[in-house]
Structure formats: C-alpha cells, structure tokens
C-alpha cells in the first residue's frame, strides 16, 4: 500500500499507544499471533481513525503507587527481564533489515543494480551503528541477569536483588541515542527511496514485501514490509524513553541505580524533545513572514461557559489558541486530548477583571473543600511511617488531588476574556493574577504584530498535543515534589510600603500571592492608592501559610475609565533561614516600577483553616484597634480620605463646611466596614463633599477622641499663657503624651488642613473655619464628675476650637509617622526582578 511519509510526531504518539497495547497483552500473557504481517500501521487513515475514537470527557490524576521497597524491587526485575526480551526482538528486526544490505551492495556494482551506492546508503543510514550499540547494551545486560538470577537460590537473595545495578548500562546507551538523530534526519529520505523502488522494480517489490525475521524464545516467525521495518528505529527511540520511566519508577530512591536512571531518562527526554521540536519545524504550517506554526505555552486554566466551570488544558501556538479537554493516562493506556474549541489570534482582543466577592454559599463550599484538605494531611502525617497505613495512605493522597481540583476549578476569582473578530469569544478563569498576566503577555506579544491564520486541521493538532505539551499536569501542590522542609509554616506579614517609576499619574494597587497548600487564604491585594506618581500603602498583609516556597507580586494601575492595567510583576522565594520575626526591608523591581515591602515570619503550628473572617468594622471603634488591625499608626479612612480630598478637593469652595449627600456617606461608611479595596474604589467616583463627610463623620463616631479627654483641662489652662511660643511649645508638649496613634493620625490632620487652609483665596476654609468644623472631634470634655469640673458648652466649643486652632497655627507641627517602624537600622535590600 503506498501512503504519503508519516509525520513523525504522529507515528510516535501512534506508536507509543500501539507499543503499551501490546505490552500490556504480554503482562497479561495474551500471544501474539505469528507469521502476521506488519502492515503499515502508521496510515493517516489509521490515525485519524484512532483519533476519532477517543472518549476524553474528565480529568483522571495519575494513579498513586501502592508497593513497598520489596514489591518494587520485584516489579524491577520484572521490568529488566521485560527490557531484555523486547532488546531481543529488536535486535532480530534489525538483523532483518540489514540481512539484504550486502547482496544489495553487491548488485550495486553490476550492469542491472537493483539500488544504486547511494540509494543502499540512504536507506541502511546508521542502521549497522545502532544494532552495534545495542548488541552490547543487551550483552551486558543479560550478563548482569544471568549472575543475578545464578545468587537467586541464596539466603540473601532479597539483598542480591537490592544489589542488581544497571544503570550504567542504560547511561552507557543513551549517551549513543545521537545516532538516532541522524536516522531520523534521514528517515522520510530513506521511506521514499523504498517506495520509489517498490514501485518501479519488481525484484526489490518482492523484497521489500517479504521480509521474515524470527522471534522470541518460541522463534515465531514475522513477516516484515521493508517499511515496517525501517520504522522500528523510531519506534524504539520513543520506547526507551517509555522503559527507563518504568524502570525508574520500581527503584527505590535509596538504590545505587537511582541517579544513574535518573540522568539517563533526563537525557532521553532532552534528546526526544529536540527531535519533536525539529520535526515541529519542518512540518509546521507556514504562515505569513516565513513563520512556523509553533507552540509557545500551554497549561491549565478553568473554562466558563454558561455558567459551568471546566478543566481545560489550554495551547497556545504561533497563530492561535486551542483548548482542550484532557485525560490523564491510566494504566496501560495512554494520555488522550479532545477538541474544545480554538480561536485565531489574529484580531483577538483581551480583557481582564477581577470580580469583588464570591457568593456566600461558594465561600461555604471552598471553606469545606480546605477543611477536609487538612484533615487528609494531618492524618497522612500520621500515617506516613507506620508500615500498616500503605493503602490508607495511598487513597488519602488520591482524595487529597481531588479535592485540590475542585479548589482549583471552583476558587478564581480573575477572568480573562476573548473576543475573536469573528464574534465567538470565550472566557478563562484564574486563581493568580500573576498567572493570568503571564498567559495576557504571550498572547499579546503574538497577537501585536500582523499575523495569519492557516485553518487548522483540528484532528491533528488536538492528536499532537500529547507530544507537543511542556505542562503533564495541573498545579496542584500535592502533585508537585517540593521538600516540605525547606517551606514555610506559619504566619507571613508582608508590609506594602510604596512604590515609584511610574511615567503617569496612577491610582496604584498590589496583589499578593502566596504558594503552598490552599488550606488558608493565599492572596490579598491592598487598596488602591490616591493617583500619584509616587504611590504609597504602608499596609500589611498576614497569610497564614503552610508549604510556602515563593511569593509574587503584581502591581496594577487602575486609570478612570479605562481597564486595569499591570505595571510589573515578579517573583521572591521565601527562605526559613532569611526571615524572622523581625521586619526585613528590601525594594524590589517589577517592570517600570520600584517597589518597597518589607516581611516577617513567624513559624508556628497552624489552627485548622476557619470560615472566611469579614473585615472588622472601622466605624465606632477605638482607632488604636483599628490601627493595630491594618499594622499602621494612621488608619486607612483616614489616609484614604485625605488624599481624595487632597486630588480634587482642595479648590472646592467649602470643603469641610458643605456636608455631602447623607446617603453617599452612609454607602462609603459600609463599604468601609466591609471591604477597604471596594470602599476606596467607590471613594474614588464620590462627590467629593461626601468624601470629607465620610473623614467627619469617622472622628465624630469615635468612641474616644483623638486628643484624650483627660487632656482637655490641661489645654484650657495653656490657652492662657500669654506668650505665642511658650504656649505653643507647652501645648506640643501636652501632644506627646497622647498614645502613638491617636498622636500620630492627629498631626497628619492638622498637616492635611494647613495645606487646605493655603488654598482659602479658592475655597474660603481659613484656620478658624476649619478649626470651628473639626474642633468638637478631635477634643472633647470629660465626663462631669471623673476628671474634674463640668463646663458650660458655650465655654466647651470655644475651648476646642482654640486647641485646634493653636495646633494648626504652629509652624513647628512634628511631622506624623504613618506606619510602624519596620527595623530602620537594617541594610536595605534591592532585588531586580
């Protein structure tokens, strides 16, 4: 039968599935057939046929190993014995392809060749060398079983076991698996050579059809096409890949073979993804500028569409992106993929938003889902050295992965959406920001240039995504092979101080994210900034955090009326032994943007994972516990209000005199008590006098003012001392003794009014105007009969507004301190990123 030259990437992921068929016929001692003629089974009609029958409609996580140090020693031997048999076979097929190469050299020399010296040698390319190579690989390795199986009678028979190296011999093979590349170079050259021959001369047609080579220990005899046979290289090379994995897996880590297999799977994969990506190159569609269809990222992300969340493992080529539905291989079997849908990059637009808050019922499913994740730990934890809790322990890790899916499924919060100029668009989910940002920059990279779509053929690309994929499986942390050791387990407080570089004014936020077991909350954002070139925060973010190894932080602009935009990103790896329960300051670099944090940790045992705690509310509360909540000295509605107003408020004829809207103000004061980032969002579209009624009405609501009320006989007295400085001076002094957050939120008013009271030409608010306004918050009398005489409230106002205004009156005001000071001493740190 003539066909076109397979596509090397398809005949091998074919083939592997083939291969494992058989195998696992063997295991299960199921003959083959002999004098069966191998066909070409690499067809495209073969292939497309096989495609169209998969069933690929959930994700399968693998299976997780159920043997002890003894079974897989056992299994090891099974599968070298395995190795061995299939080395035999192979050997006897490239005895067969070789068995015409010197009659056929002979011909070459008289009046009627059959092949010309240079069609022998395309056809026969490295074939001698390999067969050299692995002649003395299956030498040595039969040696190395004879001695092993001559010691199996003995009383240490188990430690003879433990003792069987081979290792060196899989090393040994694979440092020649080069050959290969030049037999694959020259494959499709050698396929046509035997076609073009088959056709045209009927003495090499009857060779080229009936090639027999004899088999396994039954010695069976095979009947081969000269195809068929040419193809077992490449067969091969995919199925040592294959075997050294297997092996791999059925030696204990403790095993001298261990790192030798290690090495030599590591140069194996190396080797058959150059040949992938070469093959890539070569048969890639060509688009427009001379570019190759090519992958450059994939990965899981959730899909929604209509409501559903689905798993789908995500492609992303040269000119387009594809979606798939995966399933993972289980035993036997192999790894399968199903085409979702795909969309051209060529016209496609993006857009990325963050919703504010999961339902309730959703925040009550994932609270459940950490809940039942942490228990499955503690009890693996339990179990992990006693010798009886093997399958226990097995299907607690399985459930483990499971549940960790339906986290990472149901828990995005980021939508990245895709308009395609055709009209279809589709949405994708993300639980990191960062990671959302990384698949945003790919694709638009690709999709700012001018590029062209080929229509793809579906089936194909969709079959070759087994071969073509960098990522085997989600990002689940019970799948990856981090040493727990080296990770945090404890309380992580990041302290977000400010940030500069920026080439516009911005009003600024930052995520942060946090890996590790998602028992706990591993994300938080401060709020957005008032806009400026040179943000800043000076807020704190505590994670509690269990197998944390790294920390990424995005900052994003947020512009009115257009969509958030990411300024820079980077990523910190967090180290036990650099941090401590002192603060450590370090200005890291993301993007355009230079960004100050500081860290601490603090290792404890952590308390099983708690409902989500709302914000406490701000309102109504003592200001030190709302300070000592955001780990600052002036709360957040303060800061956040002063400099709205401080943006567009300044010139407002009566700011601070004309009241705003009072349902306004009660909206921001809810949005306060419930969600910061939220209220300094809508604090941003107010009208302005609602914004200062919101600062007013937050000093008013405050269970005890700013300036302590034992203080307020002490100021009366100092208003009488007739010298300016003197009482000025007495009164600073007076200010010291207030505790260090009432002083200090105190001193960033008066600075904040001081600058609006330089603007009274515009907005007529003098010294005496605000100090009239502000006065009766920030002081007030104490309670009749505790701390000293009552006073009439005509004498009690003007003594507040005279306090305030003496303090706003002083040139030599302290400057306030906004948040705690974070080890002044220590070196600063600087980290490009």
């Known amino acids: 039968m003539s066909t076109s030259p397979p596509d090397l990437r398809e005949v091998f992921w074919v083939m592997?599935?083939?291969?494992?068929?058989?195998?696992y016929l063997e295991s299960q001692h199921v003959a083959a057939e002999a004098d069966i003629m191998e066909e070409d089974v690499f067809q495209e009609e073969a292939v497309s046929s096989f495609l169209a029958t998969m069933n690929i409609e959930s994700i399968d996580l693998p299976d997780t190993p159920l043997f002890s140090a003894e079974e897989m020693?056992?299994?090891?031997?099974?599968?070298?014995?395995?190795?061995?048999?299939?080395?035999?076979?192979?050997?006897?097929?490239l005895d067969t392809l070789l068995m015409p190469m010197k009659a056929l050299r002979a011909s070459a020399g008289t009046s009627q060749p059959v092949l010309s010296n240079q069609q022998i040698q395309t056809i026969f390319y490295q074939v001698p060398e390999l067969r050299d190579v692995h002649r003395s690989f299956y030498s040595d390795l039969k040696a190395r079983l004879d001695t092993h199986y001559q010691d199996e009678l003995s009383e240490e028979s188990g430690k003879r076991c433990f003792e069987l190296e081979v290792g060196d011999l899989f090393l040994r093979l694979v440092n020649h698996i080069g050959l290969y590349g030049g037999f694959i170079e020259n494959y499709e050259k050698a396929v046509e050579v035997v076609k073009k021959c088959t056709n045209s001369d009927p003495r090499f047609r009857t060779?080229?059809?009936?090639?027999?080579?004899?088999?396994?220990?039954?010695?069976?005899?095979?009947?081969?096409?000269?195809?068929?046979?040419?193809?077992?290289?490449?067969?091969?090379?995919?199925?040592?890949?294959?075997?050294?994995?297997?092996?791999?897996?059925?030696?204990?880590?403790?095993?001298?073979?261990?790192?030798?297999?290690?090495?030599?799977?590591?140069?194996?994969?190396?080797f058959l993804s150059g040949v992938n990506e070469s093959s890539q190159s070569k048969r890639d569609v060509t688009l427009s500028h001379d570019m190759r269809r090519q992958l450059m990222r994939d990965g899981f992300v959730v899909d929604s569409s209509e409501g559903h969340r689905s798993l789908r493992h995500l492609f992303l080529y040269t000119d387009l992106l594809l979606c798939t539905r995966f399933k993972h291989a289980t035993r036997g079997k192999q790894d399968q993929y199903r085409f979702s849908w795909y969309l051209p990059l060529a016209g496609l637009k993006l857009c990325w938003v963050a919703e504010q808050e999961r339902a309730p019922d959703m925040?009550?499913?994932?609270?459940?889902?950490?809940?039942?994740m942490h228990l499955l730990r503690q009890q693996l934890k339990q179990h992990s050295r006693a010798s009886r809790g093997l399958v226990f322990t097995a299907r607690n890790k399985k459930k483990l992965e499971e549940l960790e899916l339906m986290l990472f499924t149901h828990s995005p919060l980021y939508r990245l959406e895709l308009f395609s100029s055709s009209g279809k668009s589709h949405t994708l989910l993300f639980s990191s920001l960062y990671e959302l940002e990384e698949w945003r920059e790919n694709i638009y990279k690709l999709t700012s240039g001018t590029i062209e779509t080929v229509p793809p053929d579906l089936l194909t690309l969709t079959g070759a995504c087994v071969k073509l994929r960098m990522t085997q499986q989600p990002p689940l942390h019970s799948l990856s092979s981090g040493n727990d050791r080296d990770s945090l387990c404890g309380t992580l407080t990041v302290a977000i101080h400010s940030a500069s570089g920026l080439q516009q004014p911005a009003g600024v936020y930052v995520c942060v994210e946090v890996d590790g077991y998602e028992y706990y909350d591993r994300q938080a954002q401060t709020h957005s900034s008032v806009h400026s070139l040179n943000p800043h925060w000076d807020q704190e973010l505590s994670f509690q955090v269990d197998g944390a190894q790294s920390m990424r932080l995005v900052c994003v602009s947020q512009r009115n009326g257009e969509d958030d935009a990411v300024l820079g990103k980077t990523t910190v790896k967090l180290?036990?032994?650099?941090?401590?329960?002192?603060?450590?300051?370090?200005?890291?670099?993301?993007?355009?943007?230079?960004?100050?944090?500081?860290?601490?940790?603090?290792?404890?045992?952590?308390?099983?994972?708690?409902?989500?705690?709302?914000?406490l509310p701000l309102f109504g509360v003592h200001i030190e516990k709302v300070a000592q909540q955001e780990g600052v000295l002036v709360p957040h509605v303060v800061r956040c209000c002063v400099e709205e107003v401080e943006r567009r408020g300044m010139l407002e004829v009566g700011i601070y005199r004309i009241s705003g809207t009072s349902s306004d103000i009660n909206v921001l004061k809810a949005a306060f008590n419930s969600n910061l980032r939220e209220a300094v969002s809508r604090l941003r579209n107010a009208e302005v006098n609602s914004v200062s009624g919101v600062l007013k009405l937050y000093l008013r609501e405050l269970p005890e003012p700013l300036i302590p009320a034992e203080?307020?006989?002490?100021?009366?007295?100092?208003?009488?001392?007739?010298?300016?400085?003197?009482?000025?001076?007495?009164?600073?002094?007076?200010?010291?003794?207030?505790?260090?957050?009432?002083?200090?939120t105190f001193l960033y008013l008066m600075h904040h009014l001081q600058r609006v009271a330089d603007m009274q030409d515009v907005n007529k608010m003098t010294l005496l105007n605000l100090a009239t306004v502000f006065g009766p918050s920030l002081l007030r009398p104490p309670v009749a009969g505790l701390n000293g005489p009552s006073l009439d409230i005509s004498h009690e106002v003007v003594v507040q507004v005279q306090v305030v205004l003496c303090y706003l009156q002083c040139n030599n005001l302290p400057e306030a301190q906004t948040s705690l000071p974070r080890d002044a001493d220590a070196e600063e740190e600087t980290t490009h990123m």
């Open 73 to 93: 020693l056992e299994k090891r031997l099974v599968v070298i014995k395995g190795i061995l048999e299939s080395e035999e076979l192979y050997l006897a097929e």
């Open 207 to 270: 060779l080229a059809e009936s090639m027999m080579s004899t088999n396994g220990t039954d010695k069976a005899r095979t009947k081969y096409t000269f195809e068929a046979l040419l193809y077992k290289p490449l067969d091969r090379v995919t199925k040592t890949t294959l075997v050294l994995g297997d092996l791999l897996k059925t030696t204990p880590a403790e095993h001298r073979d261990y790192a030798a297999l290690q090495e030599a799977l590591r140069l194996s994969r190396s």
């Open 711 to 744: 203080l307020f006989q002490s100021l009366a007295e100092n208003l009488n001392i007739p010298d300016e400085n003197s009482r000025q001076a007495s009164m600073l002094s007076l200010l010291q003794s207030c505790p260090h957050t009432n002083r200090n």
């Open 16 to 23: 592997d599935v083939y291969r494992e068929a058989v195998d």
């Open 575 to 615: 180290e036990s032994k650099t941090l401590s329960e002192r603060w450590r300051r370090q200005t890291l670099r993301l993007g355009q943007v230079d960004l100050a944090i500081s860290l601490k940790y603090s290792p404890h045992p952590l308390e099983p994972p708690s409902s989500a705690v709302q914000q």
């Open 363 to 372: 925040n009550v499913r994932l609270h459940s889902i950490r809940t039942k």
